[in-house]
């Protein structure tokens, strides 16, 4: 299947840091997800992006859906303790089907 | 409130004993999935449903079954549990043609 590569694989930083993670794909696609999994729990979706170009905000998370329509950046500012987690996109496939990135762990040092 | 819920969070079972992953959403969603979590691969799909009796195989369905008898709930099989098979699963459920899945909290099983 499809492979969705997301980069840096783990990050510690210090709170108040800001945060880039980036995610790749070989293929276009036309919506990005991002989702957010607390450590314990399901996933959570975060930001969803329908426009390449599209830049959307959160709160302190911004999110852009890449010129090419074959990569997805998501910035974090100013971190707290509770952004702590693993950040996945995801791209929808044929359907409601979708795959998932690798994954980039958060730890955020108080 | 959307609510997903899957049957355990913990599980240990034996090489070759058959396991049942129960999931249950309240949101009367059409759609809902099976995946894995391994570190380093992210989240891989086994099985989905579209509708009731109705299912289709994901990217890594070897191995595994499923049942959706009714519509809030999606069962995961695992015939013959193999240690390959230690992994979190994650159940996953969305409504119609929306992007947004709502994941239940996950079952981390581990087979010996």
């Known amino acids: 299947g499809q492979q969705l590569n997301q980069s840096p694989q783990s990050m510690f930083i210090q709170e108040g840091e800001d945060v880039s993670m980036n995610c790749t794909s070989s293929?276009?696609?036309?919506?990005w997800l991002w989702y957010k999994q607390d450590p314990g729990e399901g996933p959570v979706l975060l930001i969803a992006?329908?426009?390449?170009?599209e830049l959307t905000s959160n709160g302190r998370l911004t999110a852009q859906f890449g010129i090419t329509r074959k990569d997805s950046f998501l910035n974090i500012s100013a971190s707290i303790p509770s952004d702590v987690g693993i950040y996945f996109c995801?791209?929808?496939?044929?359907?409601?089907?979708?795959?998932f990135g690798t994954g980039t762990s958060l730890t955020v040092i108080p | 409130d959307v609510k997903v819920t899957q049957s355990s969070r913990y599980l240990v079972k034996r090489t070759g004993e058959k396991v049942f992953l129960e999931c249950v959403q309240d949101m009367d969603h059409e759609n809902m999935f099976w995946y894995r979590q391994d570190p380093g691969l992210g989240l891989r799909l086994i099985y989905f449903s579209y509708d009731v009796k109705m299912k289709e195989k994901g990217d890594i369905p070897e191995g595994y079954s499923v049942s959706r008898e009714k519509k809030e709930r999606f069962s995961l099989i695992l015939e013959s549990a193999s240690t390959n098979q230690t992994s979190m699963y994650l159940c996953?459920?969305?409504?119609?043609?929306?992007?947004?899945?709502?994941f239940g909290p996950g079952t981390r099983l581990t087979v010996t």
């Open positions: 293929s276009i696609f036309n919506t």
């Open positions: 992006l329908y426009k390449a170009g």
């Open positions: 995801a791209g929808p496939h044929t359907g409601n089907q979708f795959y």
């Open positions: 996953a459920s969305t409504l119609g043609s929306s992007y947004e899945q709502y």
